[in-house]
């Protein structure tokens, strides 16, 4: 039976095969498109339907999408099922497999996929525009918007089976079986940090401005803390990820914008650090990024596995690193600190303050949005809940021991190994593990006044 373009109307014979008139090319009708035989209202309306829904693949986005919602919604109510079934089983050998891939290449694999995604969902888009366009402006949105959430739903689903179930674990300081907080005791040992901070500080090296010289060196930093952060998880219990490489940022210069030093590729399995860094922050930053491909998806919590692995390296300019990130984040003055500690405070002011744009409160306030949508009470100001989770493993654990060599290095095997120092090493009852009983309270960090740089990483 003679059928008719549904653009055209004009019949072909099924022999002939379809005709195009120069009214059909215009409006996008193609050879072998479906036809529909004109005059049936109710057909037009089912094939409309149907070229919204699209193909299988637009269908099985939709599909990734609805399940994507469904664990989004059920993992943070069962963290301990996650912890057990994802972060130990599923995770180590799915993120291993991403960083080992990602890390045969130097260059960042993550921006230009970022890039590619974005360009796959405009040009679905765009196609779906064009192929609805002649069956009216509401059919057209509607297989743009359709196409678009498939697309995106199988990202969603991709992301939560790749990391995003990390935000879903029980919080670090119930991981690490942390006791309840005790801001009685925070004062001496605050006053301790400061005295290894100024001690570090007077032994490095400077550059010729009084800066504290750190070179920016990211594959021997890189080279040197993924082992201690491996031996940092594993002698915590936890998975301990031997794979993957730290790699700067192609998109360094936008990140800088908006007061980004650092980015977890979740994709990829890839640490990225932004170019060039602060001053005596690198080590900190590669070693945050790196607590993220462990599957430490809080920004606290990333801070203080970082602040742990730093106390084990031999290195002097590694723990100034973390000692001064952790002076930073309790945000108290620098009066009576060394003076080198007060030049390289500045030098780190004036670094966010050159590169920063006009936009970064915006940036960070979509963070924050992001990361509240992912359960994170506190969205971005969880920065500054890193200060309360050291203080208090400082004081379960007590502060590294250093040990220190006959040239004033401190210097040793297992670098700072971490051990009881006086009062502030007493050890408390231990909490109750993960999954059972009431959660433990973490105190609540003082909020960043109106200004105020975030603790960004």
Known sequence: MPRACRVCRRRSSSARGPTRSRRSRRRGCEPGSPRVVTGSPETSRSGDGIRVLGGWRVRAGLVAGLVALALALAAPTVPGLVEIVYARGLYPPLVTGLASVSGLVTPSLIDPLIVLLAALVVRAGWRAHRALRPRGRLVAAAGVCVRVASAAGAVWLVFLLAWGLNYARPHPARLL????????????????????????????????????????????????????????????????????????????????????????????????????????????????????????????????????????????????????????????????????????????????????????????????????????REGARSYAGAAPLALQYLIDRGLPAPIASAGGEFLGDGGEQLAPVGRLGERPARAEPPGHGKEVEQARPAAPRDGDDPDVR
Request: glycine share 8%; charged share 25%; net charge positive.
């Open 177 to 376: 079986r942390l006791g309840p907080p005790q801001p009685d005791r925070f004062e001496p040992l605050i006053r301790e940090i400061g005295r290894r901070l100024d001690r570090l500080r007077a032994e490095l090296p400077e550059d010729a401005d009084g800066v504290v010289l750190i070179p920016p060196d990211l594959g021997a930093w890189d080279r040197h803390l993924a082992p201690l952060e491996a031996e940092t998880f594993a002698s915590l219990g936890l998975p301990a990820i031997r794979a993957g490489r730290a790699k700067w940022l192609l998109s360094s210069p936008l990140s800088r914008r908006w007061s980004v030093s650092g980015f977890y590729g979740p994709l990829t399995g890839e640490p990225t650090v932004v170019w060039p860094p602060a001053p005596a922050s690198l080590p900190f930053v590669v070693a945050h990024e790196r607590a993220h491909l462990h599957g430490i998806a809080t920004e606290d919590g990333a801070s203080l596995f970082a602040l742990l692995t730093l106390w084990r390296s031999p290195r002097p300019t590694a723990r100034y690193a973390a000692w001064l990130s952790l002076w930073t984040s309790l945000r108290l003055p620098v009066e009576g600190r060394h003076p080198g500690v007060r030049r390289d405070l500045v030098a780190i002011r004036r670094h966010v303050e050159r590169w920063r744009g006009v936009e970064w409160r915006l940036a960070w306030r979509i963070y924050d949005r992001w990361l509240r949508t992912q359960g994170i």
